[in-house]
């Protein structure tokens, strides 16, 4: 077992979470728990950190695939459950590869790499939900 | 479907991502994947959100039982498979709590609805990984 996170109440219900490489990430509620909104939301980290890893597979494939990246964002949508726990039942991730000459293979390709082998994340939650993805090619507005 | 998430790519490696609350949150690799250190490990941020979930959760239900909590933290460590995707397998939730007149009890029972009842993030993760919790009363040092 390794230490990964340790978080720190600091008020009503902010936390300072500081992970094993040193890094901080702050968590806060809304008003509606007593919350002050001086962080992200707990629950989203989880799709955060879904988004990043994917997102770092799939720029890494299509790098070697020697694809001319210029931009590169991902959208996650979730969908809980109504009864407590609430959970995350679907997840839909839409990946957008900014580029000249992007081929549309080689990014279903790196997507399902990562959905399949590599995304850690990915592979946690589908444990739960379902989880479906999506890409958009944007030509390069400079190419 | 909710968008939670929409995660930029701004470097080699580092991601910027937004979330549905507007809080921003930086995510980058290692020099071992290319990345700089510029962020927190994705997959990390499962258990960062895991800590924030339950520990608002727990310190909810104490302050309803009113117990005098003068501090409280949370360790989160997690064991990974060999292989790819590499999910834990298992995470050991341990949680601190300072006060004076502490009652066992109750914290038992609050970290106790946390994992059954209203932590989304265990609930999640239990599907793919073994949880398990402990706790440490300390007295406060001031009480």
Known sequence: M???VTARLQGSMRFEATTRT????????GPDV???DAGARPYDLLLVGLAG????????ILRKKRQRVTGFWIDVDG?????????YTQIA?????????IDPAAVERAIQLSETTYCSAIASLRAS????????IHPDPEG
């Open 129 to 136: 939900a379902t989880v479906s993805s999506a890409f958009t």
């Open 79 to 87: 969908q809980r459950s109504s009864e407590h726990p609430k959970v």
């Open 22 to 29: 040193g890094h901080v990430v702050m968590m806060d509620g």
């Open 93 to 101: 991730v839409h990946y957008h590869v900014q580029g000249t000459g």
């Open 2 to 4: 390794q230490r990964i």
């Open 34 to 36: 007593g919350g002050e």
């Open 53 to 60: 890893c994917t997102g770092m597979d799939v720029i890494s």
